[in-house]
């Protein structure tokens, strides 16, 4: 998995936006669903969302992103895409991207990750 930030070193001002990507090697969004989280400064690992590449369904798990995050995939190039909106300092953090066991998003999801990708800093300035 090899996450990576739209803009380099994904810095962004408040109410903007980024996209990040997730690109899978060695296996294809419809086998397997994706989690996306983030760990901010000084704080525990925070589950955002599970999207699922067999019927594109996405769970949310933060409400804190609902509204202001989705998902969306690229079958051509095996990557899903977490495009964020109307971002704010708060969402400051480093984002990464985990290969779920199971195809759908079962409701632990952050339990059941195998595989990591790399983390990127976010990081919007007031």
């Known amino acids: 998995l090899s996450p990576a930030a739209g803009v380099w070193g994904g810095l962004v001002q408040a109410g903007g936006s980024l996209r990040l990507s997730c690109a899978a090697s060695?296996?294809?969004?419809?086998?397997?669903?994706i989690g996306w989280f983030r760990q901010a400064p000084g704080k525990e690992r925070e589950a955002l969302l599970c999207f699922s590449g067999r019927d594109g369904s996405t769970d949310y798990a933060a409400d804190s992103v609902k509204g202001r995050f989705t998902v969306s995939s690229d079958d051509a190039k095996n990557t899903v895409y977490l495009q964020m909106n109307s971002l704010k300092p708060e969402d400051t953090a480093v984002y990464s991207c985990?290969?779920?066991?199971?195809?759908?998003?079962?409701?632990?999801?952050?339990?059941?990750?195998?595989?990591w990708g790399k983390g990127t800093l976010v990081t919007v300035s007031s």
């Open positions: 060695g296996f294809t969004f419809d086998n397997n669903a």
């Open positions: 985990g290969r779920v066991l199971t195809i759908y998003c079962p409701v632990n999801y952050y339990h059941n990750i195998d595989y």
